[in-house]
């Protein structure tokens, strides 16, 4: 199959962007062989990656938000494939694409078909794979809660209104973790284990992490006892509360969660009260530029 060759998995919703079918136009007259296909309910993003490599195809575009980026990232390692991955951002967030420095814009961001691929990180938690970060906390909860209505209307700061418009409902919950010569416990108000940097819609929980060191980077926000005002302050990028956060960088961590402490991975809820986090070091192959903010020396192929 050619090298120029590649398939676009799309989420369904934006079948009718101008901007993505105008960007596809420009790659195909630059001499790419693009074919697309589109999702349209859960399990499509693992159906097309499966067939996509069963034709053998090996560079792959996922087109959508963090849920689809993960989703196919998700199914490319299940497949143990040596396919590479380019990130065609289109969702409300976008914070893996942000956080690497993809371009937002279509047409600049399948540019990165050209760019050789590097080898990243992938995380795990109990058989799920994840790509940019488990978050935890009411953070989390407002996340899952943010309609798409909102979010088509505001974008990004939808986030940003909901968790505003919730405050009655703030409480801390009680959270242990564990891993290599790390212990904490105790009431909290946010926590992050991230491969990436941001969740939420541009919340940096994890602001040095890098996506190829072979490590998760863990953050968590202790809950003080003026919780309401600390979150209003996290909510609108307050920079005082960045010395609040307990650290560390970890192959692994386990975490014992109370009733109330609300997980997602990627943006999706997630259950369990007992979880086990680790990493896979180099288990995907992304194109991203050499000087992209989440490569620390990653290697090229």
């Known amino acids: 199959m050619s090298e120029r060759k590649a398939?676009?998995?799309?989420?369904?919703k934006q079948a009718l962007n101008e901007e993505v079918r105008e960007a596809v136009k420009i790659k195909r007259a630059e001499g790419w062989e693009l074919a697309v296909r589109l999702t349209w309910e859960t399990g499509d993003a693992q159906r097309l990656v499966d067939e996509a490599l069963a034709?053998?195809?090996?560079?792959?575009?996922?087109g959508g938000g963090?849920?689809?980026?993960?989703?196919?990232?998700?199914?490319?390692?299940?497949?143990?494939?040596?396919?590479?991955?380019?990130?065609?951002?289109?969702g409300t967030a976008n914070d893996f694409a942000r956080a690497a420095g993809v371009s937002l814009v279509p047409q600049e961001a399948l540019q990165m078909l050209d760019v050789p691929a590097r080898a990243i990180d992938l995380g795990e938690v109990d058989g799920q794979?994840?790509?940019?970060?488990?978050?935890?906390?009411?953070?989390?909860?407002?996340?899952?809660?943010?309609?798409?209505?909102?979010?088509?209307?505001?974008?990004?700061?939808?986030?940003?209104?909901?968790?505003?418009?919730?405050?009655?409902?703030?409480?801390?919950?009680?959270?242990?973790?564990?891993?290599?010569?790390?212990?904490?416990?105790?009431?909290?108000?946010a926590l992050g284990i991230g491969n990436g940097r941001q969740a939420g819609g541009g919340q940096l929980l994890c602001p040095d992490a890098l996506a190829d060191d072979g490590l998760l980077d863990i953050s968590i926000l202790p809950a003080p006892r003026e919780v309401v005002g600390t979150l209003r302050d996290l909510l609108t990028g307050?920079?005082?509360?960045?010395?609040?956060?307990?650290?560390?960088?970890?192959?692994?961590v386990e975490i014992k969660v109370s009733e109330g402490l609300y997980i997602n991975l990627d943006g999706e809820p997630m259950q369990g009260d007992?979880?086990?986090?680790?990493?896979?070091?180099?288990?995907?192959?992304?194109?991203?530029?050499?000087?992209?903010?989440?490569?620390?020396?990653?290697r090229i192929g």
């Open 274 to 298: 007992n979880l086990r986090f680790s990493i896979r070091p180099a288990a995907l192959r992304v194109h991203l530029a050499s000087d992209s903010p989440l490569l620390g020396g990653s």
């Open 66 to 90: 963090d849920g689809t980026l993960r989703d196919i990232a998700e199914a490319i390692a299940l497949n143990a494939s040596d396919a590479s991955l380019v990130l065609l951002p289109l």
């Open 129 to 189: 794979v994840f790509l940019n970060m488990a978050t935890g906390g009411f953070g989390s909860q407002v996340t899952a809660n943010t309609s798409e209505d909102l979010k088509n209307i505001l974008g990004g700061a939808a986030y940003l209104f909901t968790g505003l418009s919730r405050f009655n409902e703030l409480h801390a919950a009680y959270g242990e973790l564990h891993g290599p010569d790390f212990h904490w416990q105790g009431d909290l108000l």
């Open 7 to 12: 398939l676009l998995i799309l989420h369904g």
């Open 55 to 62: 034709a053998g195809f090996t560079q792959l575009i996922a």
């Open 238 to 252: 307050g920079l005082g509360i960045d010395n609040m956060f307990v650290r560390a960088r970890l192959p692994w």
